[in-house]
T-cell receptor
């Protein structure tokens, strides 16, 4: 069965420190992969996506993610975190065909210390 | 481009009443729309997939008679929560997709509170 795992429920980093949020997926083939950010009471904002090609994907707000097929991972990174990055982050896997459904991970809540 | 709106952004209703939430794709035609619900501090759970002009496909465990979905046009899908109860209080988010792109564009969400 398809699944997405975000092992870290909460992460706290200091402002200016580097960040890595983990995402592992289970899927029968190469999936479409997404990272979204959600501020409290708000909808989802797409940070970046991977469909094919270069496995290192650049997104908005200085985020990047790397698709590693051998590890079934799509970890999100940022070299220097800003206080405004505090939010909930969701990894999602998209179906390659047919239903176009997404499966979301459980989310990682990021706290940034001043 | 690819903007999705939801209306209302929040609603409070009495137990037993019905509430309709609209999801619109503003600058594109969406043959497929999705409805999710999100409980506080939890992830998004897909409720149903809505295709224009046909019946919605509900996920396992979602009551189709309670959560009525209508996708009457390529830019509008509605979710009606019938006979709402406090346990239906949640954040409802819709998304829309362009055919063959497999990328969903999300609305800003609707906060439903049932008293």
């Amino acid at each position: 069965a398809q699944s997405v795992t975000q092992p870290d429920i909460h992460i706290t980093v200091s402002e200016g420190a580097s960040l890595e949020l983990r995402c592992n997926y289970s899927y029968g083939a190469t999936p479409y992969l997404f990272w979204y950010v959600q501020s409290p009471g708000q909808g989802l904002q797409l940070l970046l996506k991977y469909f094919s090609g270069d496995t290192l994907v650049q997104g908005i707000k200085g985020f990047e993610a790397e698709f590693k097929r051998s590890q079934s991972s799509f970890n999100l990174r940022k070299p220097s975190v800003h206080w405004s990055d505090a939010a909930e982050y969701f990894c999602a896997v998209g179906s390659l065909s047919g239903t176009y459904k997404y499966i979301f991970g459980t989310g990682t809540r990021l706290k940034v210390l001043a | 481009g690819a903007v999705v709106s939801q209306h209302p952004s929040w609603v409070i209703c009495k137990s037993g009443t019905s509430v309709k939430i609209e999801c619109r794709s503003l600058d594109f035609q969406a043959t497929t729309m999705f409805w999710y619900r999100q409980f506080p501090k939890q992830s998004l759970m897909l409720m149903a997939t809505s295709n224009e002009g046909s019946k919605a496909t509900y996920e396992q465990g979602v009551e189709k008679d309670k959560f009525l979905i209508n996708h009457a046009s390529l830019t509008l899908s509605t979710l009606t929560v019938t006979s709402a109860h406090p346990e239906d209080s949640s954040f409802y988010i819709c998304s829309a997709t362009l055919d063959a792109h497999n990328e969903q564009f999300f609305g800003p969400g609707t906060r439903l509170t049932v008293l």
